[in-house]
């Protein structure tokens, strides 16, 4: 979910809830006017062309991005994924993916012109979809912050895989209700709430019920799994690689990756089949250690595509100052 990204993740479904119910009048005037101002923007931006819209966001961030502080979030991460490049290549990456995230952001409002416009989306590894569906195969997806990652899921769905896709609700509910829209508008619809206390209920009872589930794997999570990402010690969320253990399944990685214009191509890797030795926490670090360095050759691969800009690693290397 892009921009659940900086969202922070409520206690659970109901809390949040009851947040917006008790929100003040000037409280939720804001968020209206949040939401009256993106309409608007939407409304001028539906008529423009495609690649018009794309190329918009591209040129915007890339002018803007620098001038903020998350540029030095993104040399920072940069500086710790490719220790050994010089300076020009690192300015040219830094350039390069404040480009492309501008372009994720100005095409989700046409998310869905995007995903039904023949040609704009191209898979690679079908056979592997079309093995997991054919045969009802239950995996756990694991995606990351590439390119524009919200086609991952509009072309797996769309191609007949049944996912319970995992989402962060946003503190606007009006803005929240905007994006759930818009999924839907391209074909996701199933959702379970990331976050919320019964999460881990609803994707077992998915699970069990014959859905596969999707989750985020490339961000930092406090109380997950210390292991080395780039050589560098990474908290991970496990609660994938748990359940792909507890069930038996394979974990399934989904890239996407931008190619000219806004045009994309989303990857279904090789699955990732675990082994259980009967050592539980034994299991879940090398599953762990597997999946970062399946990240990394991801990343290595096509670096201008990852979401540079969010806090990866621990707080406390974004203190220091960044190689520039």
Request: proline fraction near 5%; charge should be positive; include cysteine.
């Amino acid at each position: 979910a892009f921009l659940s990204v900086t969202a922070p993740a409520p206690s659970s479904t109901t809390t949040k809830g009851r947040e917006a119910a008790a929100a003040s009048f000037g409280q939720k005037l804001l968020w209206r006017i949040e939401v009256l101002l993106y309409d608007l923007f939407v409304l001028l931006l539906r008529p423009l062309p495609i690649d018009a819209v794309s190329a918009m966001g591209g040129w915007i961030f890339k002018v803007l991005g620098p001038l903020t502080s998350l540029d030095r979030v993104v040399r920072t991460n940069i500086g710790i994924a490719f220790p050994d490049k010089d300076q020009a290549w690192i300015d040219a990456l830094v350039k390069a993916q404040w480009e492309q995230t501008g372009r994720v952001f100005l095409e989700f409002p046409i998310l869905d012109r995007i995903a039904r416009s023949k040609g704009r989306i191209t898979a690679k590894g079908l056979p592997r979809l079309r093995e997991m569906i054919n045969n009802q195969e239950v995996v756990v997806y694991i995606t990351m912050h590439t390119a524009n990652w919200e086609l991952m899921p509009a072309c797996v769905i769309q191609h007949g895989a049944k996912v319970l896709v995992t989402y962060r609700a946003l503190n606007n509910p009006y803005f929240d209700k905007r994006v759930k829209e818009v999924r839907a508008s391209y074909g996701v619809e199933i959702f379970g709430q990331k976050g919320g206390a019964g999460e881990t209920r609803k994707l077992i009872r998915a699970l069990t019920s014959g859905l596969s589930i999707g989750l985020m794997i490339d961000q930092r999570f406090e109380q997950g799994h210390a292991g080395p990402l780039f050589g560098v010690t990474a908290h991970t969320n496990p609660g994938a690689i748990r359940m792909a253990l507890e069930y038996g399944l394979a974990l399934q990685l989904v890239t996407a990756s931008s190619l000219k214009g806004a045009n994309h191509e989303v990857t279904i890797h090789p699955p990732i089949r675990l082994e259980k030795t009967g050592d539980r926490d034994h299991d879940v670090a090398s599953a762990v250690e597997r999946v970062n360095r399946a990240v990394e050759e991801v990343i290595r691969e096509n670096p201008k595509d990852w979401f540079w800009v969010h806090h990866r690693w621990p707080r406390e290397i974004y203190k220091k100052e960044p190689k520039t």
